[in-house]
T-cell receptor, first 114, second 112 residues
Framework: GENVEQHPSTLSVQEGDSAVIKCTYS??????FPWYKQELGKRPQLIIDIRSNVGEKKDQRIAVTLNKTAKHFSLHITETQPEDSAVYFC?????????????FGKGTSLLVTP | KAGVTQTPRYLIKTRGQQVTLSCSPISGHRSVSWYQQTPGQGLQFLFE???????NKGNFPGRFSGRQFSNSRSEMNVSTLELGDSALYLC???????????FGEGSRLTVL
């Protein structure tokens, strides 16, 4: 099936540093790329998303970039804080038989140390 | 507005048994999808329902099935449970056209 590859699988940064997580996708029909944050024992929650007609989107300390030609997108977190520690999942939309789903990467476990 | 509600939150079954999980979507959301989350594989798509019809199915065996009712509530069933079915099963609902999935807290299934 169509894949979303996510790197790195683990990332440890010092508080205040930046963190970057990268994803690649294979389905050229994908047009929606969300990022979800999942804290330990909690549900995944959307933190930012981008659509295929946009190259970059920012929301305070987080930003996402998309390169449709190369089929990759990245999450950037600046001025990291301990509360940013969580697992982050990227995803790409897929449509099969008029049904909608998200194809997720395997996640990046981010640890921000004080 | 109430979020996505899943029941039960935790359950333990033995191999060979079957299990039914329930999901109530956010009011007004008619698309409901199910994902299996395991430590090694991340979130894997099971199936998606809209207006009581399964529109999309992931790469899982036929032991995994689901349905949706007229009020958009959904259930998934796993028959003849295997040890490898131990996972967190997440239900998500979405407003058609929006793209964003709203997840429930999940049902954590342990198969012994």
């Amino acid at each position: 099936g169509e894949n979303v590859e996510q790197h790195p699988s683990t990332l440890s940064v010092q508080e205040g540093d930046s963190a970057v997580i990268k994803c690649t996708y294979s389905d050229s029909a994908s047009n929606y790329f969300p990022w979800y944050k999942q804290e330990l024992g909690k549900r995944p929650q959307l933190i930012i998303d981008i659509r295929s007609n946009v190259g970059e989107k920012k929301d305070q300390r987080i930003a996402v970039t998309l390169n449709k030609t190369a089929k990759h997108f990245s999450l950037h977190i600046t001025e990291t804080q301990p509360e940013d520690s969580a697992v982050y999942f990227c995803a790409a939309s897929i449509v099969v038989n008029s049904g909608y789903a998200l194809n997720f990467g395997k996640g990046t476990s981010l640890l921000v140390t004080p | 507005k109430a979020g996505v509600t899943q029941t039960p939150r935790y359950l333990i079954k033995t191999r060979g048994q079957q299990v039914t999980l329930s999901c109530s979507p956010i009011s007004g959301h008619r698309s409901v999808s199910w994902y299996q989350q395991t430590p090694g594989q991340g979130l894997q798509f099971l199936f998606e329902y809209f207006s009581e019809t399964q529109r999309n199915k992931g790469n899982f065996p036929g032991r995994f099935s689901g349905r949706q009712f007229s009020n958009s509530r959904s259930e998934m069933n796993v028959s003849t449970l295997e040890l490898g079915d131990s996972a967190l099963y997440l239900c998500a609902s979405t407003l058609l056209g929006s793209g964003e999935l709203f997840f429930g807290e999940g049902s954590r299934l342990t198969v012994l």
